[in-house]
Nanobody, 113 residues
Framework: VQLQASGGGLVQAGGSLRLSCAAS????????MAWYRQVLGKRRELVAR??????EYKESVKGRFTASRDGARNTIALQMNSLTDEDAAVYYC?????????WGQGTLVTVSS
């Protein structure tokens, strides 16, 4: 299974970005997909987690970020609004199926103030 993420870039504080990720190489639906982010020197942290029955968010992004299917199976989008410099990071797409976990290559989000 491969995850392909896209949509990162440079945005002004207060602006919006949309990240997308698609998993390929599996004939089964993923049990779930998620977005994590990591700042250099810090631990990778969960931003949003999407399954068939629930959507979970990191507390600091609630009300600003929305995770959803991106129009097809095994996809996830992350709509990010009202971005701040604390949101700047490399964002990683993550998917899991049973005990198997998969990671995308990361997409950089830069927020200018």
């Amino acid at each position: 299974v491969q995850l392909q993420a896209s949509g990162g870039g440079l945005v002004q504080a207060g602006g919006s970005l949309r990240l997308s990720c698609a998993a390929s190489g599996s004939d089964r639906d993923m049990d779930g997909m998620a977005w994590y982010r990591q700042v250099l020197g810090k631990r990778r942290e969960l931003v949003a987690r999407l399954t068939e029955i629930s959507t979970e968010y990191k507390e600091s992004v609630k009300g600003r970020f929305t995770a959803s299917r991106d129009g097809a199976r095994n996809t996830i989008a992350l709509q990010m609004n009202s971005l701040t410099d604390e949101d700047a990071a490399v964002y990683y797409c993550h998917a899991w199926l049973g005990p198997a976990h998969y990671w995308g290559q990361g997409t950089l989000v830069t927020v200018s103030s």
